[in-house]
């Protein structure tokens, strides 16, 4: 059992992409039918061969969004030395059903933090729904913060939740 990153052309690839379809979430991440959306990086938990929990995210700029206050600009968070703050940004997260409560998503959580770090990133952060009580645990476990708020959907539905966010250490 280990994580492993795992992307297009790797031999585990087909069955992530099989992992991704039973935990409805390839079309979060997957485009032209078997391509990883560019930028992203996925992480899976295999065990005797077969994907069965995943991570994806992308390393990204923190940045404020624009309103008429910033003059209707995005505004990119910098760190003290003037320099861009990054964070790698969580897109999908799951575990197959019956392989739940077995510290596999706490591993991959822990892996892409060590990735976070390993990229120079001043933090992570996802978005869940209030649906999602395991993973509220599992992130309120590891010290992330939280903050509430709403996402919208690509139709305009408004969904609540909390946004999750984890510094990693660091000199910014």
């Known amino acids: 059992m280990s994580v492993e990153r795992i992307e297009p052309g790797n031999a585990l690839w087909p069955d992530c992409i099989n992992h991704l379809k039973r935990v409805n979430m390839a079309r979060w991440v997957i485009e032209h039918g078997s391509e990883l959306i560019e930028g992203l990086i996925c992480l ?3 065990r005797e061969g077969k994907v069965i929990g995943h991570l994806t995210f992308k390393v990204q700029d923190i940045v404020c969004p624009a309103t008429e206050w910033s003059g209707g600009e995005e ?3 910098r760190g003290a030395d003037g320099q861009p703050l990054t964070e790698t ?3 999908t997260f799951a575990v197959e059903e019956k392989y739940r409560r077995r510290g596999i998503g706490r591993d991959l959580q822990l892996a892409a933090l060590d990735w976070t770090r390993r990229l120079g990133c001043y933090q992570m952060r996802s978005w869940s729904s ?3 009580e395991a ?3 599992l992130k309120v476990s590891l010290g992330f913060a939280i903050h509430p708020g709403t996402y919208e959907t690509a ?3 408004p969904v609540s939740g909390v946004y999750f966010v984890k510094t990693v ?3 910014w």
């Open 44 to 46: 899976g938990y295999v």
């Open 89 to 91: 940004y969580v897109y």
């Open 135 to 137: 993973n509220y645990a």
């Open 75 to 77: 505004l990119i968070v």
């Open 169 to 171: 250490g660091g000199d």
């Open 155 to 157: 139709s305009g539905y």
């Open 130 to 132: 209030t649906d999602k």
